[in-house]
């Protein structure tokens, strides 16, 4: 199937405070576009979790939307540390985040858990010492 | 009840007032923002005390109504901005959440 539509974003790891522009954008961009707001609501809430994931663990990295006629795509591709037991990382409560972003209200263990519970479909693929890609689809029917 | 009325009938301070005008579907007090955009369904009040940039974000992200601030807390600047940028209305209590809590179900039970 043809892809309608591709946004890429770079996600700045410098600064958590300003996380979560590429999902603020993406969420503006289908809304425009007349996405059902349920559809909406589960990207932004799924690529925010994945976005602020890149920026704790793996000082940032880059971002593709893909809109097609059936589904959305989110992939998240970061060259930071990767996840050493990927199972361990997806139970909720368990976390490697730093006091700095638990002090922010986040690092609680709850990332992957809620991308698993916002998105259709979830991949992820990790290497340890050279990157994690978190690929994201979630259903437009 | 439209964030503006409860504004109102409560006593809260507006802080932003940018899209006061959503109605107001639940309540949902938590600090853990990881919980809140797992958590908190659409329309939410959300009742913290976390004052950073990111409590506005994730307001957005889980279409929330509105945030309310407890015990008098005050926004940070970037996170003020982030509210009126998006249309985020953000509300003041001076009591605690527990209370906050209670005076908003009072209100919206009336």
């Known amino acids: 199937m043809s892809t309608a539509l591709n946004m890429h974003y770079i996600v700045d790891g410098s600064d ?18 007349g996405i059902a707001p349920d559809i909406v609501r589960k990207v932004a809430i799924a690529m925010y979790e994945a976005e ?28 930071g540390k990767g996840i050493p ?21 986040f690092g609680a263990g709850m990332g992957l858990p809620n991308i698993k519970k916002y998105s259709d479909e979830m991949y ?3 290497e340890v010492g050279k990157g994690t890609t978190v690929t994201i689809i979630i259903n437009l029917h | 009840m439209k964030v503006s009325e ?26 853990l923002l990881s919980w809140v955009i797992g958590r908190a369904a659409e329309n939410s009040i ?36 982030k509210a009126k940028e998006n249309g985020v209305a953000v509300l003041s209590s001076e009591k605690p959440v527990y209370e ?4 908003i179900n009072k209100v919206m039970c009336s």
């Not at chain 1, 037991?85 to 209200?105: F, H, Q």
């Not at chain 2, 504004?7 to 600090?31: H, K, L, M, N, P």
């Not at chain 2, 990111?54 to 005050?74: H, K, P, R, T, Y």
């Open chain 2, 6 to 31: 409860l504004c109102s009938a409560a006593g809260f301070t507006q802080v932003s007032a940018d899209g006061d005008d959503r109605e107001i579907g639940g309540v949902y007090a938590c600090d």
């Open chain 1, 52 to 79: 602020i994931n890149m920026v704790i663990h793996a000082g940032g990295g880059e971002a593709d939307v893909m809109l097609e006629s059936d589904k959305i795509t989110i992939r998240l591709i970061d060259h």
């Open chain 2, 46 to 81: 959300l009742v913290t005390v976390m004052t950073n940039v990111n409590v506005i974000a994730v307001a957005v992200m889980a279409d929330l109504s509105c945030v309310v601030l407890c015990e008098g807390v005050a926004l940070d600047d970037a996170a003020l901005q």
């Open chain 2, 100 to 103: 906050t809590c209670l005076l």
């Open chain 1, 124 to 126: 992820i693929d990790t």
């Open chain 1, 16 to 33: 958590f405070t300003t996380a979560g522009e590429a999902s603020t954008a993406v969420k503006m961009s289908l809304k425009k576009l």
């Open chain 1, 85 to 105: 037991d990927v199972d361990l990382a997806m139970k909720e409560g368990y976390s490697t985040a730093p006091d700095t972003v638990r002090s922010l209200g």
